[in-house]
């Protein structure tokens, strides 16, 4: 019997202690300029990079250079980073057509991914991610930006939880700024933002896939009955390949949608207008939200609003990620961050770029 007992005291102490320690995580590639925010997280202890996979290694130096890692963690290949670590995730900050690749490569050796926004290029490729994830039994999650502003929850909070503004009927959604190279992209980032193989569009792909995304969740995983876009090319000395300029419709049962996604923007943003049958939600940036009951015709009372930062792990995506994978976190079913959340965002912008294509509505089978 104290055998027994010393046996899992020993069990409950290592766990314990496996769970204090920062997640193993393994960077692959350094090319999406996102990658500032993983190492700027690091510091705060929920994870540590064990490795990073860069064959250009003049701009891994740079990264060096600036965040103090030593080039000796730095790969070629995720196969030597896999040979010469031991990482229980990988984030993925190359391009989105390489997305499929890291999980081809992650997910039957257990190591859970996170991949910058969007989840893939196509569905073909979301479809084949997801199915190595759940044969593989790995957590795929993807990150967005204004998945960590408390105006996002907020907004949520108000609609589907305290019922504030009465039933959704339309809901609009603004993403972008002046374009990749006017605000000074780098090139390897922007040889790679601007190719439509690549990034799977231009700024319907960078920009339209927020509106998908928080779309997806506050209709609580219903996918929209039909998708209509319009792309135009406002840029064509800067972006001669791909869309610069993007609108999305999307009609729901009882809702409708606009998705605008721009690199033509004055003025970079990422806001919402979600709108009741009482009252309006505005959610201006990261951290101020209006919220206006309707009083008579164009009469309103407006509560407004300055909110904190969200409490870790909910304010950033690698505290997200480590308390994820240690069970600390389950994710709901259309969570922001979640794999069934954005296979839909992918099937949105694959219909939208149809639809574009087309110039016809492009109407979605029913499950």
Partial sequence: MKTILLLFSLWITFNSTAQDQPLQVGVIGLTHTHVHWIFGSEPNGDIKIAGIVEPNKVLAQKYADQYKFSMDIVYDTMEELVSNTTIEAVTAFGTIYDHLEVVKFAAPKGIHVMVEKPLAVSLEHAKEMEALATQHNIHLLTNYETTWYPTTHKAYELTKEKDAIGEIRKIIVRDGHKGPKKIGVNSEFLEWLTDPKENGGG???????????????????????????????????????????????????????????????????KDMEIYGLHGVIY????????????????????????????????????????????????????????????????????????????????YLKKE
């Fill in 203 to 269: 700024a319907i792909t960078d920009f339209g896939c927020y509106g998908a995304n928080i779309l997806t969740w506050l209709m609580e995983g219903k996918r929209p009955n039909s998708v209509t876009a319009i792309t135009q090319q406002l840029q064509p000395e800067n972006n001669p390949k791909v869309d610069d300029e993007s609108i999305i419709l999307l009609q729901y049962d009882k809702t409708v949608a606009i998705i605008q996604g721009s690199w033509n923007w004055p003025i970079g943003r």
């Fill in 283 to 362: 959610a201006d940036n990261r951290h101020d939200l209006r919220v206006r009951i309707s009083e008579g015709y164009d009469g309103y009372d407006e509560q407004v609003l300055k909110l904190e930062e969200r409490k870790t792990p909910f304010n950033d995506p690698f505290a997200l990620l480590s308390a994820v994978v240690k069970n600390e976190v389950q994710l709901h079913k259309f969570d922001l961050n979640s794999l069934e959340n954005n296979m839909i965002v992918v099937e949105i912008l694959d219909a939208a770029k149809e639809s574009a294509r087309l110039n016809k509505t492009i």
